[in-house]
């Protein structure tokens, strides 16, 4: 717009502002400055599925389709509100690399960012000292090969908030255990609030029932490629690995089809949404199902039930649709006969068995007694035959 083209004429100038909006753009820089740009790469995304939901619309997509990009578009605009207002929640801190001078004064000059995970993984790989402690604690970066400055590693209050959260958090993880060890002297399995402070006991029977009636959401424990925790099916959770699973039963009475959360953090997303509009009642309706040594002795039990059950079902079905079955010496099935003609069949097969074994093997010791015989008169014979090999080589060479 700066250009002696636009500025000198008012036309051009409407017509560029028509598709360059000066207005979005003085925006654009202001979010660039103020928040950096993970705010420009957010609103590129809500323009996205801004878009992906008016083409649902105009090719009138399934419900399910358009709730999923209207849930995902109001996610962002939630956090990019979250992100205008300067709320932390959700963001991950970073801790400033500066390096510092012989007196130990910091210089200030930023060599590297890094985020509360990564400063984690660093003190985990020993590659971080520690000076002081307490509020007055200092983490320092191990210096490389051929690096000699030394450099500081400093986080500001949103790192501090962070660290104490995760503290507060390991402390109600500690507080949950001790909880959930006496509940479960008395329950077979634990109803645990999601923040980890109610606990209430809750029979197998009665979990079974949750899940049955479509009321129970699984996730697996470990992540998937994406660095999600994808859904699994309740039943399955609860017979074959439970300490592989998070079960998470909604105990209200809205219907939640298991397609709407294909991912744990889809749910999470879920009852923070909930939280921020007020319905808290309704969030604290999402409890963990955590199982108890009696709990899990009971699955284990009910799926070896389940098994034998499954196998004798399996051999009335056969013995109602077939004429017959033969068995191994292990009483395994081998063979299985559709009607009577095929069992007279492999009976008369069976009958005449040892006969046409016999037969055959007396043909064998036959052939073999002829092989022997052509084999010595072959070496009987040999040294006559060689005899006149020579004769005959000697009376053509003459």
């Keep these: 717009f700066s250009r002696p083209e636009v500025k000198n004429s008012e036309r051009t100038a409407f017509l560029l502002n028509s598709m360059f909006s000066v207005r979005e753009s003085i925006t654009r820089q202001k979010a660039l400055e103020s928040h950096g740009r993970g705010m420009l790469a957010l609103d590129a995304l809500i323009d996205m599925q801004g878009a992906r939901l008016a083409a649902a619309r105009w090719d009138k997509s399934g419900e399910e389709i358009k709730r999923s990009v209207t849930e995902a578009l109001t996610q962002l605009t939630d956090l990019r509100a979250k992100w205008q207002a300067k709320d932390p929640a959700g963001l991950e801190p970073l801790y400033a690399v500066t390096t510092v001078d012989e007196s130990g004064r910091r210089l200030w000059k930023v060599d590297e960012w890094l985020t509360g995970g990564e400063l984690r993984e660093l003190i985990e790989a020993k590659r971080v000292t520690t000076e002081g402690e307490g509020a007055k604690i200092k983490f320092w970066l191990k210096p490389g090969p051929g690096e000699t400055a030394r450099r500081e590693i400093v986080g500001g209050v949103d790192a501090a908030l962070w660290e104490r959260d995760l503290l507060t958090e390991a402390r109600d993880d500690n507080t949950a255990r001790i909880t959930l060890h006496d509940v479960f002297e008395k329950h077979e399995f634990a109803a645990v609030s999601l923040n980890g402070r109610e606990v209430e006991g809750i029979s197998y029977?009665?979990?079974?029932?949750?899940?049955?009636?479509?009321?129970?959401?699984?996730?697996?424990?470990?992540?998937?490629?994406?660095?999600?925790?994808?859904?699994?099916?309740?039943?399955?959770?609860?017979?074959?690995?439970?300490?592989?699973?998070?079960?998470?039963?909604?105990?209200?009475?809205?219907?939640?089809?298991?397609?709407?959360?294909?991912?744990?953090?889809?749910?999470?997303?879920?009852?923070?949404?909930?939280?921020?509009?007020?319905?808290?009642?309704?969030?604290?309706?999402?409890?963990?199902?955590?199982?108890?040594?009696?709990?899990?002795?009971?699955?284990?039990?009910?799926?070896?039930?389940?098994?034998?059950?499954?196998?004798?079902?399996?051999?009335?079905?056969?013995?109602?649709?077939?004429?017959?079955?033969?068995?191994?010496?292990?009483?395994?099935?081998?063979?299985?006969?559709?009607?009577?003609?095929?069992?007279?069949?492999?009976?008369?097969?069976?009958?005449?068995?040892?006969?046409?074994?016999?037969?055959?093997?007396?043909?064998?010791?036959?052939?073999?007694?002829?092989?022997?015989?052509?084999?010595?008169?072959?070496?009987?014979?040999?040294?006559?035959?060689?005899?006149?090999?020579?004769?005959?080589?000697?009376?053509?060479?003459?």
């Excluded at 010595?376 to 006559?384: A, G, M, N, T």
Aim: charged fraction near 30%; hydrophobic fraction near 35%.
């Design 205 to 398: 029977q009665d979990a079974m029932v949750i899940a049955a009636g479509g009321k129970a959401f699984s996730f697996a424990r470990g992540k998937d490629g994406y660095g999600l925790h994808p859904a699994q099916h309740p039943l399955q959770a609860l017979w074959d690995d439970p300490s592989g699973t998070v079960m998470i039963l909604y105990r209200g009475e809205k219907d939640y089809s298991r397609d709407r959360f294909p991912t744990f953090e889809s749910l999470k997303d879920h009852i923070e949404r909930l939280k921020r509009s007020g319905d808290e009642d309704e969030a604290a309706k999402f409890v963990r199902l955590e199982a108890g040594p009696d709990g899990i002795a009971k699955m284990i039990g009910f799926a070896k039930e389940f098994q034998a059950r499954s196998r004798t079902m399996g051999w009335t079905s056969v013995k109602l649709q077939t004429y017959g079955v033969a068995v191994n010496p292990d009483g395994h099935p081998s063979e299985t006969f559709l009607t009577k003609d095929e069992f007279d069949l492999f009976h008369k097969a069976l009958a005449t068995s040892q006969e046409d074994y016999a037969g055959k093997r007396s043909d064998a010791i036959r052939a073999y007694a002829l092989k022997e015989a052509a084999e010595q008169r072959r070496d009987v014979e040999k040294p006559k035959l060689d005899g006149e090999t020579v004769r005959f080589n000697a009376v053509r060479s003459a």
